[in-house]
């Protein structure tokens, strides 16, 4: 009887495990779409810190908190260019990222100024180990994150960064690094939805709801702003055709909120 029992609730035991591991997969898989700050998937990121070895997530600067991913500084006595970035593990060609965003909490007045209300999802970027210690900025794109800084001024977010790469735009080589998107200004404090499309190296970026900037990726190419790089990143990342995403802190806190992921 107790070997006919035991067989039983094992049988039940094992069909519920099978359940739960259905339903979670679906919630955290719905119509294609990923939940990267999912309990599961919050196991599967690596920070990578200016001055630190991958892996190691220097003053707790990335945290989860629930179903959030919040960057901090309050443990800083001193930015000291400690730029950092939170790379997810997935390596990626064709893609649509969703993600919420806000600007909170006070600048680190030790970090550049630039920084102050500036943040970024970095992409088509180079892996977190493949990072030296010394290395400034991952080898990348940036979809960069803005809020107003004074009042009338129009500070729009969603824009192109480029660090040790180049984009085409409106058919040429784009000379800047950074380019302006057409979106509005939005205050600190305030959630805005941010979306990512890559598709066979055009990219759409995306502030709640409505096309801001379109161009496509073309090459890394050496400059003054990514330093400390070993000099086979150059060659290994010249194609821009698939690559990593990763969240940035340089000095302001922000918190991010739904992020998806979804591979096209």
């Known amino acids: 009887m107790i070997t006919k029992l035991s067989v039983s609730h094992f049988a039940i035991l094992f069909s519920s495990l099978l359940t739960l591991s259905a339903c979670s997969t679906t919630q955290n898989n719905v119509d294609g779409w990923q939940n990267l700050l999912s309990p599961a998937e919050q196991e599967n990121w690596t920070a990578k810190i200016n001055h630190h070895p991958s892996g190691l997530n220097f003053a707790n600067t990335f945290r989860f908190s629930g179903d959030m991913l919040l960057v901090r500084y309050d443990d800083y006595d001193d930015?000291?260019?400690?730029?950092?970035?939170?790379?997810?593990?997935?390596?990626?060609?064709?893609f649509h990222l969703k993600f919420e965003y806000r600007f909170t909490g006070d600048f680190l007045e030790s970090a550049p100024g630039y920084a102050r209300l500036n943040s970024g999802v970095m992409f088509a970027s180079q892996?977190?180990?493949?990072?030296?210690?010394?290395?400034?900025?991952?080898?990348?794109?940036?979809?960069?994150?803005?809020?107003?800084?004074?009042?009338?001024?129009?500070?729009?977010?969603?824009?192109?960064?480029?660090?040790?790469?180049?984009?085409?735009?409106?058919?040429?080589?784009?000379?800047?690094?950074?380019?302006?998107?057409?979106?509005?200004?939005?205050?600190?404090?305030?959630?805005?939805?941010?979306?990512?499309?890559?598709?066979?190296?055009?990219?759409?970026?995306?502030?709640?709801?409505?096309?801001?900037?379109?161009?496509?990726?073309?090459?890394?190419?050496?400059?003054?702003?990514?330093?400390?790089?070993?000099?086979?990143?150059?060659?290994?990342?010249?194609?821009?055709?698939?690559?990593?995403?990763?969240?940035q802190s340089e000095g302001q806190p922000i918190d991010f909120k739904n992020i998806y992921l979804k591979i096209l």
């Open 79 to 94: 930015f000291n260019e400690q730029f950092g970035h939170l790379f997810f593990e997935a390596e990626l060609t064709n």
């Open 127 to 247: 892996s977190a180990d493949s990072i030296l210690v010394n290395q400034n900025w991952p080898v990348s794109v940036e979809m960069q994150l803005l809020a107003e800084r004074e009042a009338g001024v129009a500070r729009p977010t969603g824009n192109m960064c480029s660090p040790g790469t180049e984009i085409y735009y409106q058919g040429g080589i784009y000379p800047e690094h950074c380019l302006n998107s057409s979106s509005p200004t939005f205050p600190a404090g305030e959630w805005v939805r941010g979306e990512l499309i890559v598709k066979d190296g055009h990219v759409t970026q995306l502030i709640n709801d409505d096309v801001v900037l379109e161009y496509d990726l073309a090459h890394a190419k050496k400059d003054d702003l990514v330093t400390g790089e070993n000099p086979a990143t150059w060659e290994q990342m010249k194609n821009l055709k698939s690559g990593y995403i990763a969240f």
